[in-house]
């Protein structure tokens, strides 16, 4: 049932011939920032957002269409009852680029979600895991060491991020807000991604 899954390799080699300064977690964290403040922009609105944040003149066709299809197939994971959604990190067996990266992630979902400009009033526990986003972004996790321990701390702080984001999806985009053709507040972000 899952569309064509982008992986964390592809878009990181996507992203630096392009020229980007932002790497694939960061670029997914932003994605779903986006999509958890409410925003399906189109394809033209989501492509000039993308190149910004990536500090590219302009995106490249492949990345371009991977971009979209991570949107996507996030919109539907955070959309999922069954709590399918996982946030997009390195896989590489050393504990300090695994935290890192789950770090951009969430810099880029802080970033995503001011740009989604969310309308109304944010949920108490969505504003906490919000802070908690900005603490996480501020880590150093280079001095991470591989080691058991640490291994499930850094699994525990992956499973909260990855259970918040969730969350925060969840309290700002209650179901009657997906049915409701236009009505509440404007919705800034324009149509469903295609």
């Known amino acids: 049932m899952s569309a064509a899954q982008v992986s964390f390799d592809d878009l990181a080699n996507q992203i630096v011939a392009a020229g980007g300064k932002i790497g694939p977690s960061e670029l997914h964290g932003f994605i779903c920032g986006l999509l958890a403040a409410g925003a399906r922009p189109d394809k033209g609105r989501w492509k000039k957002e993308t190149a910004e944040f990536l500090d590219l003149e302009a ?19 955070l959309s999922d009852k069954n709590f399918a959604f996982q946030p997009l990190l390195s896989t590489g067996e050393e504990l300090a680029e695994r935290g890192q990266t789950l ?92």
């Open 103 to 194: 770090c951009l992630w969430c810099e880029g979902f802080l970033h995503g979600f001011g740009v989604g400009k969310y309308i109304g009033e944010l949920p108490a526990t969505s504003s906490e895991a919000l802070k908690d986003f900005a603490e996480i972004a501020q880590l150093d996790a280079t001095s991470l060491e591989n080691g058991p321990e640490q291994e499930r701390e850094f699994f525990e702080v992956q499973e909260y991020v990855r259970m918040a984001a969730l969350n925060i999806f969840v309290e700002c985009n209650p179901p009657s807000a997906e049915c409701g053709p236009g009505q509440g507040d404007d919705q800034p972000a324009g149509p469903t991604l295609h």
């Open 59 to 77: 995106l490249p066709a492949d990345l371009t269409r991977d971009s979209l299809v991570l949107a996507e197939q996030s919109l539907q994971d």
